[in-house]
């Protein structure tokens, strides 16, 4: 038998599953923007496997199209991928006491550099702040990253995003983060304000219209071209603001995994697929054995940036937060652009916020 499996379009989503298929999973792709906010339960309804990203749960919870991975797995096998994986990745897909995603994939949002162009990466935002000065430096703004550069820099100042389930932000925080994104915005060069993120990295590798990105979600295929070091931080001693990314492995409701199916999955998750296989592959692995092995390949991509994945913030994941994500991205991208105030902005966005986490005839 084969299944059908949908993931993205780059090579860190597709090769690694693509040359371990071996017949059993035909992979279909789709491009980054639709791994960001295609609805999950379209998606479900048309492949047995989906590669996605956590905060999709609420949304595959509400429509009930995942299968719990507590029913094909033993709860040794799933604690031991928890301990075992990088960071908040395994925990990022357990939701209502039930595990619904692998970690196949880790990433977080890092600090990418042409050190020919820029020097040595600035490690606190004052230091971006003066490095934007000198040599072409821009944020990851299109489509949702606007919000998630938004909450990174949050967390780097000391306050994680939506800890309060009523509120989004408070006010000194908030704007404190605004006026420093608006200052690094305002010296950028207008090309890279569209572009996701391997837009920005291509352009970094390609040209030399781009010295640094203080926070990009990192691709281990670009090192050596690219330097990627810690997010920055508030300041000496300080945690990496950063907003956790990466993909997990779902097996869709329509789907009956026969054994051959469940012992691929598990072989993905394997200290011999995450430590060799992968890579090998031009994939990112999500065993921290994996990022800590000093013979890895691209070794120092996954040394330089340890710190930040393992400390990294996990967006909310309730049904309606992809909807918030998108409508707050764009208000971001208003604020930094003057075309709205900042204080409303935040305003604005605490109330999209609040309506997200209404029930779902009020979200409508």
């Given at each position: 038998m084969t299944y059908t499996g949908l993931t993205w379009d780059h090579p860190r989503g597709h090769d690694a599953l693509a040359a371990s298929a071996n017949g059993l999973v035909d992979w279909s792709v789709q491009p980054l923007e639709g791994?960001?906010?295609?609805?999950?339960?379209?998606l479900c309804a048309r492949y047995d496997l989906v590669v996605l990203d956590h905060p999709h749960l609420g949304e595959a919870?509400?429509?009930?199209?995942?299968?719990?991975?507590?029913?094909?797995?033993?709860?040794?096998?799933?604690?031991?991928?928890?301990?075992?994986?990088?960071g908040p990745t395994m925990r990022s897909y357990a939701m209502e006491g039930r595990q619904w995603a692998l970690p196949l994939d880790?990433?977080?949002?890092?600090?990418?550099?042409?050190t020919d162009l820029a020097g040595d990466a600035p490690t606190t935002w004052d230091e971006v702040r003066g490095l934007a000065r000198r040599v072409p430096v821009a944020l990851s703004l299109a489509g949702p990253h606007a919000l998630l550069t938004f909450a990174s820099v949050a967390v780097a100042l000391g306050e994680e995003p939506a800890t309060d389930p009523d509120e989004l932000i408070g006010?000194?925080?908030?704007?404190?983060?605004?006026?420093?994104?608006?200052?690094?915005?305002?010296?950028?060069?207008?090309?890279?304000?569209?572009?996701?993120?391997?837009?920005?990295?291509?352009?970094?590798?390609?040209?030399?219209?781009?010295?640094?990105c203080p926070l990009?979600?990192?691709?281990?295929?670009?090192?050596?071209?690219?330097?990627?070091?810690?997010?920055?931080?508030?300041g000496p001693g300080g945690r990496p603001g950063s907003t956790l990314g990466g993909t997990g492995l779902a097996v869709s409701a329509r789907c009956t995994p026969g054994t051959e199916?469940?012992?691929?999955?598990?072989?993905?998750?394997?200290?011999?697929?995450?430590?060799?296989?992968?890579?090998?592959?031009?994939?990112?692995?999500?065993?921290?054995?994996?990022?800590?092995?000093?013979s890895a390949v691209a070794a120092d991509f996954y040394r330089n940036t340890t710190t930040t994945c393992e400390q990294?913030?996990?967006?909310?994941r309730h049904a309606g937060y992809i909807r918030f994500q998108t409508e707050a991205s764009?208000?971001?991208?208003?604020?930094?652009?003057?075309?709205?105030?900042?204080?409303?902005?935040?305003?604005?966005?605490?109330?999209l916020y609040r309506t997200s986490r209404a029930p779902k005839e009020g979200r409508a």
């Open positions: 791994f960001e906010s295609h609805p999950i339960d379209d919870l509400d429509a009930g199209c995942l299968r719990p991975l507590d029913d094909l797995f033993t709860a040794t096998e799933l604690e031991g991928w928890r301990t075992g994986s990088i880790a990433a977080t949002q890092v600090a990418a550099t042409r006010d000194t925080t908030g704007l404190a983060v605004l006026d420093l994104m608006a200052d690094i915005d305002s010296l950028a060069p207008a090309a890279t304000r569209p572009l996701n993120p391997i837009g920005l990295l291509e352009l970094m590798t390609d040209t030399d219209l781009l010295a640094h990009v979600y990192g691709y281990v295929t670009y090192s050596g071209r690219l330097a990627f070091t810690d997010a920055p931080t508030a199916l469940v012992d691929h999955i598990r072989w993905l998750m394997s200290p011999e697929a995450q430590r060799d296989f992968l890579p090998r592959h031009s994939g990112q692995p999500s065993a921290r054995a994996a990022w800590t092995d000093p990294a913030w996990v967006r909310p764009a208000v971001v991208r208003d604020a930094l652009a003057g075309r709205t105030g900042h204080l409303a902005a935040l305003d604005r966005m605490r109330a």
